[in-house]
């Protein structure tokens, strides 16, 4: 008995939870690492994301923002209108040239009636202070109300771009010295002018519904043109991907058999998902525009290429949201007597309608920010008219906003930048609009079993 009781083995010593042992400690401190970890890389991804938001609004608010030069100008029936028929038809063989003069003239005399002390202030100085862009809005004006004929009126024109960055910061005195566009003493008269109050800075609705324009004129550019072609495209993106990918996602995650066959389509549509949209671009060009023989530039070809695009993303999106939907749902309507029709109808696509709504609207906005595609299929071309109504529309010339911010970045001029910045914030207005409608409809029709 002694023996045996010596040669046992004695028991471990006692141990307290409250006291941690070598290997806890390292597994806390790892743990503590990997939430370090995860917490950097939020913070740097939300920086980046602050300083990327920061500088597209530092840079795209100035587009917003338009100076304007007010002055009171005599329009001249002798010049503008030889026969003196005020006949629109007859009047309009009157080239821009005139009304550019009469403007000059009406500047000349705003600016002879200040007491100005400008050394070296050359005639070219005053007359080069007004848009190029001026003269054809003035002729528009009269062309659509010719009794203002023989009349002086008050004009709110485009000043240069110069100038127009001068106000804003991005022309000085300093540069203006180098600018072979702008001297400084056409500075000195910009703020001789404005101290008199005839030029001023307010918000420039044009560029929201203007068109573009040359790069002669770049206070002149708007988005109207590409917001009317983007808006065309997602009718026809909506009209089409919606549809035929729902219907497409129902019948191969409901009543397709299970075999090799159905194995091949979900697998290439997998693959299509993630092929490079400038794929779609290529079909959409060599399909679309060289065999079907539609028209370049068109919203309907656009439409066309991005409804491709789209279709297998709404596909994955929506079937995974009728995976979501329990089998038991099935289930329960086919044990009552409900066809297969009538349980998938009536009960698995409500329930998943909220996931089917949000991967359409991401999809959607997937598409309306995609260039390359377009590009191919030259939306990229300069269009200054507006497309009609549909449908007649869809088949004319127009732009898209994601093109127009490329069509702007490839200028040379600073003020095309100011404008591709604003026109990236309304591109990501559209966008956010897009998502928040996501939310919101997801949280709407969202139903808890």
Same mark, same amino acid.
């Given at each position: 008995?002694?023996?045996?009781?010596?040669?046992?083995?004695?028991?471990?010593?006692?141990?307290?939870?409250?006291?941690?042992?070598?290997?806890?400690?390292?597994?806390?401190?790892?743990?503590?690492?990997?939430?370090?970890?995860?917490?950097?890389?939020?913070?740097?991804?939300?920086?980046?994301?602050?300083?990327?938001?920061?500088? +597209?609004? $530092? #840079?795209? @608010?100035?587009?917003? &923002?338009?100076?304007? %030069?007010?002055? *009171?100008?005599? /329009?001249?029936?002798? !010049?503008?209108?030889?026969?003196?028929?005020?006949?629109?038809?007859?009047?309009?063989?009157?080239?821009?040239?005139?009304?550019?003069?009469?403007?000059?003239?009406?500047?000349?005399?705003?600016?002879?009636?200040?007491?100005?002390?400008?050394?070296?202030?050359?005639?070219?100085?005053?007359?080069?202070? +007004?848009? $190029? #862009?001026? @003269?054809?809005?003035? &002729?528009?004006?009269? %062309?659509?109300? *010719?009794?203002? /004929?023989?009349?002086? !009126?008050?004009?709110?024109?485009?000043?240069?771009?110069?100038?127009?960055?001068?106000?804003?910061?991005?022309?000085?005195?300093?540069?203006?010295?180098?600018?072979?566009?702008?001297?400084?003493?056409?500075?000195?008269?910009?703020?001789?002018?404005?101290?008199?109050?005839?030029?001023?800075?307010?918000?420039?609705?044009?560029?929201?519904?203007?068109?573009?324009?040359?790069?002669?004129?770049?206070?002149?550019?708007?988005?109207?043109?590409?917001?009317?072609?983007?808006?065309?495209?997602?009718?026809?993106?909506?009209?089409?991907?919606?549809?035929?990918?729902?219907?497409?996602?129902?019948?191969?995650?409901?009543?397709?058999?299970?075999?090799?066959?159905?194995?091949?389509?979900?697998?290439?549509?997998?693959?299509?998902?993630?092929?490079?949209?400038?794929?779609?671009?290529?079909?959409?060009?060599?399909?679309?525009?060289?065999?079907?023989?539609?028209?370049?530039?068109?919203?309907?070809?656009?439409?066309?290429?991005?409804?491709?695009?789209?279709?297998?993303?709404?596909?994955?999106?929506?079937?995974?949201?009728?995976?979501?939907?329990?089998?038991?749902?099935?289930?329960?309507?086919?044990?009552?007597?409900?066809?297969?029709?009538?349980?998938?109808?009536?009960?698995?696509?409500?329930?998943?309608?909220?996931?089917?709504?949000?991967?359409?609207?991401?999809?959607?906005?997937?598409?309306?920010?995609?260039?390359?595609?377009?590009?191919?299929?030259?939306?990229?071309?300069?269009?200054?008219?507006?497309?009609?109504?549909?449908?007649?529309?869809?088949?004319?010339?127009?732009?898209?906003?994601?093109?127009?911010?490329?069509?702007?970045?490839?200028?040379?001029?600073?003020?095309?930048?100011?404008?591709?910045?604003?026109?990236?914030?309304?591109?990501?207005?559209?966008?956010?609009?897009?998502?928040?409608?996501?939310?919101?409809?997801?949280?709407?029709?969202?139903?808890?079993?």
């Amino acid at each position: 008995m002694t023996d045996l009781s010596h040669d046992m083995p004695r028991p471990a010593a006692a141990t307290s939870l409250y006291t941690q042992d070598a290997r806890t400690r390292r597994r806390n401190a790892a743990e503590k690492r990997f939430r370090a970890y995860g917490l950097a890389a939020i913070c740097v991804a939300v920086l980046a994301l602050a300083v990327l938001m920061f500088t +597209i609004i $530092r #840079d795209g @608010s100035g587009a917003f &923002r338009q100076t304007y %030069l007010s002055i *009171p100008v005599a /329009l001249d029936a002798q !010049v503008l209108d030889p026969q003196g028929n005020r006949d629109p038809a007859e009047m309009s063989s009157v080239l821009t040239l005139s009304y550019g003069q009469v403007l000059d003239q009406a500047l000349d005399a705003a600016v002879g009636g200040m007491d100005l002390q400008i050394e070296s202030l050359q005639e070219s100085d005053i007359d080069g202070l +007004i848009s $190029r #862009d001026a @003269s054809a809005q003035l &002729r528009n004006r009269v %062309l659509n109300d *010719p009794e203002l /004929l023989g009349q002086t !009126v008050d004009v709110n024109v485009l000043v240069n771009g110069r100038i127009d960055g001068y106000f804003k910061g991005r022309v000085t005195m300093e540069t203006a010295e180098r600018d072979s566009n702008t001297t400084p003493q056409q500075l000195m008269l910009a703020d001789a002018l404005a101290d008199a109050g005839l030029l001023v800075t307010r918000f420039n609705r044009e560029f929201l519904t203007g068109p573009d324009a040359s790069d002669q004129r770049p206070e002149a550019a708007g988005v109207g043109v590409a917001i009317l072609g983007s808006l065309y495209m997602m009718l026809v993106v909506l009209f089409l991907s919606v549809p035929i990918g729902v219907a497409a996602s129902i019948y191969l995650e409901e009543f397709a058999p299970k075999n090799r066959w159905t194995d091949i389509i979900e697998v290439n549509i997998s693959n299509l998902a993630a092929v490079p949209s400038i794929v779609f671009g290529i079909l959409g060009l060599a399909v679309f525009i060289n065999f079907v023989g539609l028209p370049q530039s068109a919203p309907i070809v656009g439409g066309l290429v991005l409804t491709l695009m789209t279709l297998p993303t709404i596909i994955i999106a929506t079937r995974a949201a009728l995976k979501a939907v329990p089998p038991s749902i099935r289930d329960a309507a086919l044990g009552v007597g409900a066809s297969k029709m009538q349980s998938v109808t009536h009960h698995v696509l409500p329930l998943a309608m909220p996931g089917i709504l949000t991967g359409t609207i991401l999809g959607l906005a997937q598409a309306l920010g995609e260039t390359a595609p377009l590009l191919l299929i030259g939306m990229v071309a300069f269009v200054r008219e507006y497309p009609a109504a549909p449908p007649e529309g869809l088949f004319d010339p127009a732009s898209a906003l994601p093109v127009q911010v490329y069509n702007w970045t490839q200028r040379s001029d600073p003020a095309f930048v100011e404008r591709a910045s604003g026109a990236i914030i309304v591109l990501l207005v559209f966008l956010l609009c897009m998502n928040l409608l996501a939310i919101y409809l997801r949280r709407k029709f969202e139903r808890r079993w």
